[in-house]
């Protein structure tokens, strides 16, 4: 590990009288608070860390083994001879010397190990991946019918990535694209890390002398394929540098520079090393006219990537890196391999000053700032650069126990008094939970022990922005350490604990580093920033561009197909390049996309005359809208339309339906669905609810210890949408029209069931009615459980990686009904197209969604945009079977997938906009203002037939005197079921 000197190479110039009066009082202040003025803590000892961690790990009541756990303080019994064995039951495939075993999702393979001694092993794997999985296999392996630790069920083996092609796309602004990103099919072999990498070293496993049988199960995504099983004696042949070095001696020094770009990497094991273009001359390329791909950037620990070296001559060579690191006032971790193995021990966890947003060359030296030299043959090598978090993990994991305690004793003080707390009592806490001061004692020692330890890696030394969270912590725990009995007062001060803590993880455990240039060789190197002259005029000429680009420029084409696309200029472009170099060719048809940042500009566009022949993602009441102006075209004019909407959940259709004309068809999908934290309920031995009835039974055991269960209606201060509100209407078979459509039946009894059991979830069952964060809330314990749509799913997946294993997801919960079933039915709207009435080009517009919205080109679309621009960029479709190609767990696709099933939205109709509103109302005064449900909802009823009234009157529907003109048809999710199984069938609507 490498800890550089803080600030080295930096002076800083005081006036005297300055210094005196800083120092001054500086060193008061730094007196009062234990600190040096030089920004640091005195070390806390590993003994006295040690007892606190036990301290409180033993006093877990559902005790988890991490590794770190499992391997600290082992004096490390390393195993004998290194070997491989293929799995029992192999079989022979081309292009392997030797066995395999195919495991697709949740099946296994087992190797029988023999070893001539006991002691610790690294494992690693040969494995080959196909099929349509884009997200890393994570296994779950035993060893001897046992699991020694939590990071056995959370075993990597990723995908290798390489770029399709290194001549960038160019698109029609001039602007480089990032390429498509290709997944490496062959055979690879890996070492065993677990998914957090917090370990420069693979993970290591206690083998038995004699026989083992060690098992891996695909916990993942099909298409994997397992080779040999590598047990390998860990490694300790990795020399200091002095060592290395004096190998060498008799070599040369060579001055020849080799400047690698960073674009020019070789292969990469994670999709989370992304390609992007940052407007800065100091960097290459770069023009400011036009964006150019220059730089490679990264966040996450143990991603790779590899570049190609050739070198001209044998001899040492120095290393240098240009490079920026945001991580405020921290280092970030990388190690460099060259050819597949870290040269000497300084490579390894080699830390990297925070730059802001600034960009820095880096020569790879000691501390005192000598070069290292590292030895390269003539020939090509390749240069692998690793992201790490080792140097920082012992204080992660603290962090994470810390929280993981707090949280029980949090729970342990609400089972003594309950949610409520009575300030006037005398509680005398520290009767019931004797060990009360002495954990408080023990969060302090880790946490100053975590500031001794990390104020090394902070210029700023322990006052560094990164680690002020850990001052914040000390100060609640200084309170909370005064009145121990009173603590029960004090909760919410746990809770910021909590929080503390969790943010702290997060932040610590997080290695932003962007890379411009590599450098091997050369005594100088070009300059880490562009001049003053350069940036100013790279700033005037990037202003200049901004009054002649037309790259948002909404127009059309009268030779092409016109799309507006409501989306961003990222994914709208990623669209027109496959349109350009796919539909384009098969179909002769020419397409013209263009972005459309504001979805009010169609109804503007349709006053004018002037709309495209299509739109894309639009919100799902948007073609109702339209429709109303006669602004858009039926699509079931269409022949095939019936055919082609059996690709999707026919829920999705009916807010496109308007008086049986279908007026958009659906481009991706959402969900609502439970989410829950598996080790809370496991710790509480709560059973897992189904249905409504079943929370409300949870309910009074998550409230007593101060917990409860997230609605979604929760989410807005004040109006609440239809996904809200409505969903119980349907569940307890109500209605939300009458089937004339001219008024509303949420008066009648099964709707006003409904309603009622929404009311009383928070009226009489206490839900909370306002939420601000559910994310925070349900990381920290808070809001164990709760409904997410696919935007909160995304926000935990890849904003809470310390979660990870921790939870997981059930069905939208649903109302029992007569016959014994469960009605599951939620609303959830995804996004559409549609095409305009007034297009010339109808058939080609059609032909243009069918292609879109296939099952091959929307896996496709959903594969680059997540390959290429990382985790959080999920594509869910609407097409049912691209689905199943998604990038996300197999586990949760096909709960996903079969939630769809019960996906039915509202029906749009003329005037619908009172009722979602008197609906938000009518829970506003059922929930928060008490009223009795048939009195809320008399008084909006007769406001709600007013307005449909009259919208139907302005539509030509009714006359002034509310006589019928012309039939009015509300049409549901079972109109659209049998017009599709119907057409499947060949049969007529």
């Known amino acids: ?303 790779e990537v590899t570049y190609d070296v050739e070198v001209e001559k044998a001899g040492l060579y120095r290393l240098a890196l240009h490079y920026r690191n945001e991580k405020e006032d921290f280092q970030v971790f990388e190690s460099i391999y060259i050819d ?116 090394g890696y902070a210029p700023n030394g322990v006052n560094s922005a990164k680690l002020s969270e850990l001052d914040r912590a000390l100060d609640v725990i200084e309170k909370l350490k005064e009145y121990p009995d009173e603590i029960a007062l004090h909760t919410d001060s746990l809770d910021t604990l909590l929080k503390q803590m969790g943010d702290f993880a997060a932040n610590i455990s997080a290695q932003p580093f962007a890379l411009d240039r590599i450098y091997v060789g050369g005594q100088e190197l070009p300059g880490e920033q562009a001049g003053f002259f350069a940036s100013m005029g790279n700033g005037i000429m990037n202003l200049a561009y901004t009054f002649f680009s037309d790259k948002y420029k909404v127009e059309n084409h009268e030779d092409a197909v016109n799309i507006w696309v409501n989306r961003s200029v990222t994914q709208a472009d990623l669209l027109q390049k496959m349109a350009d170099s796919e539909f384009t060719p098969q179909t002769g048809i020419k397409v013209r996309i263009s972005v459309m940042p504001d979805a009010g500009k169609l109804t503007m566009a349709v006053a004018a005359g002037e709309m495209p022949d299509m739109a894309l993602g639009l919100a799902s009441h948007a073609p109702f809208e339209l429709a109303c102006r006669d602004a858009v075209y039926d699509l079931t004019q269409f022949e095939d339309f019936w055919q082609v909407a059996d690709r999707f959940a026919p829920g999705a259709f009916v807010p496109y339906v308007f008086n049986e004309k279908v007026y958009a068809i659906p481009e991706t999908a959402d969900f609502n669905m439970v989410i829950y934290r598996k080790d809370i309920f496991q710790k509480l031995d709560i059973p897992l609810p189904d249905t409504w009835e079943d929370l409300i039974g949870i309910l009074p055991v998550l409230q007593h210890y101060g917990m409860n269960f997230y609605h979604n209606i929760a989410t807005t201060d004040g109006y609440k949408w239809f996904y809200q509100t409505t969903p119980m209407i349907y569940q307890n078979g109500g209605k939300l029209y009458t089937e004339d459509g001219m008024h509303t039946a949420i008066d009648q009894a099964q709707a006003a069931a409904g309603i009622k059991a929404l009311g009383e979830l928070f009226s009489i069952y206490s839900v909370p009615t306002q939420v601000s964060q559910f994310m925070d809330s349900f990381r920290y314990g808070i809001l164990p459980i709760g409904i997410v749509s696919l935007e909160s799913y995304n926000l935990i997946a890849n904003g809470a990686p310390e979660l990870e294993g921790q939870w997981g997801l059930l069905p939208y919960l649903g109302t029992v009904q007569e016959d014994g079933t469960i009605d599951r039915s939620y609303i959830a709207a ?35 945009l997540q390959s290429t621009y990382g985790s959080e960029n999920i594509w869910l479709p609407a097409n049912l079977e691209a689905i199943g190609d998604c990038a996300l767990p197999t586990e949760h696709k096909l709960a996903i997938l079969e939630q769809l099933n019960y996906l039915r939205d509202v029906p749009r109709t003329p005037g619908q906009y009172m009722l979602e509103r008197d609906l938000s109302n009518i829970w506003n005064s059922i929930a928060v203002d008490g009223k009795a449900v048939q009195p809320a909802i008399d008084e909006k009823i007769l406001e709600i037939n007013r307005e449909i009234t009259k919208k139907m009157s302005d539509l030509g529907y009714l006359d002034n005197q509310g006589n019928l003109l012309k039939e009015y048809n509300i049409r549901d999710v079972d109109w659209i079921r049998e017009n599709i199984e119907s057409h499947r069938e060949g049969g007529e609507q």
């Open 830 to 864: 995804g996004t559409g197209g549609l095409i305009f009435a007034n297009t010339q080009k109808a058939e080609e517009a059609w032909a243009f969604l069918k292609w879109w919205l296939s099952h091959e080109v929307q896996a496709q679309y959903a594969h680059t």
């Open 340 to 455: 597949g193995r870290i040269p000497f021990r300084e490579l390894r966890n080699y830390g990297f000053d925070t730059t802001d947003t600034s960009w820095k060359n880096e020569i790879l030296s000691d501390e005192e700032g000598n070069p290292y030299l590292v030895y390269l043959t003539e020939g090509a090598h390749t240069l692998t650069i690793r992201s790490e978090m080792e140097p920082v993990s012992e204080e992660w994991h603290d962090a994470r126990l810390i929280a993981e305690h707090v949280s029980q004793f949090s729970l342990e003080i609400k089972k003594i008094t309950g949610a409520e707390v009575d300030e006037y009592r005398t509680w005398n806490i520290t009767q019931y939970i004797p060990d009360t001061l002495a954990w408080l004692e023990a969060y302090e020692t880790l946490i100053r022990s975590m500031q001794s330890t990390l104020q």
């Open 1 to 303: 590990m490498r800890r550089k000197q803080v600030g080295k190479g930096k002076r800083v110039v005081f006036i005297a009288a300055g210094i005196l009066a800083v120092a001054a009082a500086g060193g008061i202040l730094w007196g009062l608070a234990g600190k040096s003025p030089a920004g640091s803590v005195d070390a806390v000892s590993r003994e006295e860390s040690r007892q606190a961690r036990l301290l409180l790990q033993d006093s877990l009541k559902f005790q988890t083994v991490r590794y770190q756990d499992y391997i600290a303080g082992q004096e490390l019994q390393y195993g004998g001879e290194s070997g491989c064995w293929e799995p029992e039951e192999g079989e022979e495939e081309a292009g392997y010397d030797g066995t395999v075993r195919a495991l697709d999702y949740l099946d296994w393979a087992e190797y029988v190990v023999e070893t001539d001694r006991e002691g610790f092993y690294s494992l690693g794997l040969d494995y080959h991946t196909g099929g349509s999985n884009l997200s890393d296999y994570r296994m779950n392996l035993t060893i001897n019918g046992e699991s020694y630790f939590e990071e056995m069920s959370m075993i990597t083996l990723p995908l290798l990535w390489e770029d399709g092609t290194k001549e960038f796309p160019v698109d029609r602004y001039g602007d480089e694209t990032a390429p498509a990103q290709l997944r490496y099919e062959g055979w690879q072999y890996r070492d065993l890390y677990n998914t957090s990498y917090y370990r420069s070293e693979p993970l290591y496993f206690w083998l038995e002398k004699g026989e083992n049988h060690i098992r891996v199960k695909n916990d993942s995504a099909d298409g994997l394929t397992l080779g040999r099983l590598y047990v390998n004696a860990p490694d300790d042949t990795i020399p200091a540098y002095e060592e290395y070095r004096n190998q060498y001696s008799g070599e040369r020094v060579l001055d020849s520079l080799i400047e690698i770009n960073s674009v020019d990497y070789v292969r990469k094991n994670s999709t989370e090393a992304l390609t992007t273009s940052v407007n800065n001359p100091s960097l290459e390329p770069h023009t400011s006219e036009y964006k150019k791909l220059n730089v490679v950037s990264w966040k996450k620990a143990g991603v």
